[in-house]
């Protein structure tokens, strides 16, 4: 990606450091992180130079060569990509420390789907979400819908999705959401306020607001979308007193929060930010992480929503752009 709006389909010449592996991809996806970078809008200071320049940090592959010292891999393994080592190639190479074992029992090609699973996945597992509890999942990108499956099967009895865009919003009701609201047709608060009066305390007193709310809000629009603010304090408004805000997503972008709130109703604000942690926390943390999809518990490629090869990765990306229905679009050699 040369300039914003131009992936140009290159060959490079691929040499192997002491610690690096040779892997020939399977498949790769599109992040929204890609598409902010790929819509020409501000990339973070704090993010390595060039990151996007040679874009793709999901996929899969089969491992062709190992470098001198690598130990962990060796040809014919199957690994899964969680760093930016320009996956939208038909070969890329990546350091030891941005891959992980794909795991038996499921095909490569859903493998692929690793990385974004796996952030989706973990912000349920650190949800603080409990049986009986009723949650909001505010955006419906890839991690919004592993959220709102995730989160029903963990023991939530109502889940509320809202976004803004109707094909998003019936994938939710299929995966499994009890409530699905339009942002911009619905009257969220109020269905949200009739969804949770149990929660609701008329003789609160103090700092308590005794307002209704949900248990938990989960919120994941972030990267390119210009609803993330607006989402993110949707879900602070509609959490009850020492409820849990959960946000997924690299906002990318300051935005202006409802901190107030959160503070003076005593809410627990949680960033699980899966990989924004070093290679031996995802050591520990993918394998489990990947369980749910290996065991068939959650269905991570039905969200695939187009494919593409290579060669018409521009394509893809103008169409992930402008198709408010495609959720997570793959591409293949």
């Not at 306020?193 to 938990?216: F, I, K, R, W």
């Amino acid at each position: 990606m040369s300039d914003p709006g131009e992936l140009e389909l290159i060959e490079r010449e691929l040499s192997l450091d002491d610690h690096e592996v040779l892997v020939e991809t399977e498949r790769a996806s599109i992040c929204d992180a890609d598409l902010r970078a790929y819509k020409g809008m501000t990339i973070p200071t704090d993010l390595p130079d060039g990151i996007f320049e040679y874009p793709g940090h999901e996929g899969s592959g089969t491992v062709l060569e190992v470098g001198t010292k690598v130990r962990e891999y060796e040809p014919g393994d199957e690994v899964m990509l969680f760093g930016p080592n320009n996956a939208f190639a038909t070969h890329f190479k990546a350091p030891v420390e941005s891959l992980q074992e794909a795991p038996s029992g499921i095909d490569l090609s859903v493998a692929a789907l690793g990385e974004p699973a796996c952030v989706g996945i973990y912000g349920v597992f650190e949800s603080g979400v409990q049986p009986g509890d009723s949650v909001l999942v505010v955006g419906l990108n890839f991690q919004g819908q592993i959220a709102v499956e995730g989160l029903k099967k963990k023991g939530a009895a109502t889940v509320i999705a809202v976004d803004y865009r109707e094909p998003r919003l019936d994938v939710a009701d299929r995966r499994g959401a009890d409530v699905v609201l339009n942002s911009e047709t619905d009257d969220v608060a109020s269905v949200i306020e009739d969804h949770t009066q149990y929660n609701a305390d008329e003789d609160a007193s103090g700092h308590a607001s005794g307002d209704a709310g949900v248990d938990v809000a989960f919120h994941s629009c972030g990267y390119w979308n210009s609803h993330a603010e607006e989402y993110f304090n949707l879900a602070v408004q509609h959490t009850r007193d020492e409820g849990i805000v959960v946000s997924i997503p690299d906002l990318m972008d300051p935005i202006e929060a409802d901190l107030h709130r959160i503070h003076h109703h005593g809410m627990d604000i949680r960033m699980p930010n899966l990989m924004h942690h070093g290679p031996e926390f995802l050591d520990r943390w993918v394998p489990r992480l990947m369980k749910p999809i290996v065991k068939g518990t959650l269905d991570v490629e039905s969200l695939v929503t187009d494919t593409y090869g290579l060669s018409d990765a521009s394509e893809a990306m103008e169409q992930y752009s402008r198709d408010e229905s495609q959720i997570k679009i793959a591409l293949e050699p």
